[in-house]
């Protein structure tokens, strides 16, 4: 899935990537570190996996965030 970096906080490695239709979804640090990067800057395009988020009262955890690539 793809979204766009939203905030980004270098000292606790989390933030929130915005999905197309303006979600917000928040990532913590072990979904970053996934992903392989060293910093994120609002804007950026970024591929994003998720889990929950099925209707069933579960919200979207992002478990790995890191740079799209074309």
Sequence with gaps: MQATAYTYDPETRTGQVLLDDGT???FDAPAFDRGG??????????????????G?????HITLI?????
């Excluded at 890191?66 to 074309?70: A, D, E, I, S």
């Design 24 to 26: 917000p979804v928040p």
């Design 37 to 54: 990067l060293r910093l994120l800057r609002p804007g950026q395009r970024v591929r994003i996996e998720v889990e929950g988020g099925d």
């Design 56 to 60: 069933e009262g579960k919200s979207r």
């Design 66 to 70: 890191t740079l799209q690539t074309f």
